[in-house]
């Protein structure tokens, strides 16, 4: 009930997320997909979340990971934190602090302070899924802002279709073939026709000197 409420609740805060059970489940989805951080339970049925988690970091991994668990003593909290973990919260939680503390660890990854971010003229709040543009209030979907915030962290660079399709869809979900082509339209109407620059065979990146024409 936990991962199910979880799993929902994330998604309708942005995220994209799969849910796995096992310490071997999530091995499998680690090898399998591509993630940019993790939500960890200390107590899982075939082993410790924690003890995954030290197995996972001696091996070179570098994923963010939030352990969350019902043990929250000072000792507990220590011995997560040492032991490889970014951040910990205890249960019962709100999944509104979940969310901004996931967001924090995978901000802090990316070398940023700042929760807003800026790409010319346009301020996007990923904890609101809103933006502002040329005085502009923008609301956007779950997909929409997902794209973006791809594409507005890695500025100048050009990202694949299947790049962003890794981060609109979970590793076992069925992908639509014209999703991206479909947001980005939705995207440029927004935030003006220039402002995301297709390049042909490649992919998609934030152009350097965008526009910012009235949308249609």
């Not at 997320?17 to 997909?33: I, S």
């Not at 040492?82 to 709100?94: M, Q, R, S, W």
């Not at 003229?121 to 802002?145: I, K, N, V």
């Not at 992908?175 to 339209?185: F, L, P, Q």
Request: proline share 4%; aromatic share 6%; with cysteine.
């Amino acid at each position: 009930m936990l991962s199910d409420g979880l799993t929902v609740g994330l998604r309708l805060a942005g995220f994209s997320p799969d849910a796995v059970p096992t310490c071997a489940d999530a091995r499998a989805a680690l090898g399998a997909g591509c993630f940019e951080g993790m939500v960890l339970d200390v107590m899982l049925p075939d082993g410790s979340g924690l003890d995954l988690l030290a197995s996972l970091r001696a091996e070179g991994m570098d994923l963010p990971v939030l352990v969350l668990t019902a043990r929250d003593g000072l000792e507990d909290r220590v011995a997560g934190l040492d032991g490889g973990a970014d951040d910990y919260l205890g249960k019962p939680f709100e999944l509104q602090e979940l969310a901004a503390r996931l967001r924090a660890i995978l901000r802090r990854r990316q070398g940023r302070a700042e929760a807003v971010q800026h790409w010319n003229g346009l301020c996007l709040d990923p904890a609101r899924m809103r933006g502002t543009l040329g005085g502009r209030s923008l609301q956007f979907s779950r997909r929409e802002f997902t794209i973006l915030q791809a594409l507005i962290e890695r500025p100048g660079a050009i990202l694949s279709k299947a790049f962003l399709e890794d981060r609109l869809y979970g590793w076992q979900e069925d992908i639509e073939s014209n999703t991206v082509e479909v947001h980005i339209h939705k995207l440029r109407i927004k935030l003006g026709t220039s402002f995301i620059e297709t390049v042909r065979g490649a992919g998609y990146r934030l152009a350097d000197a965008a526009v910012q024409s009235d949308p249609a």
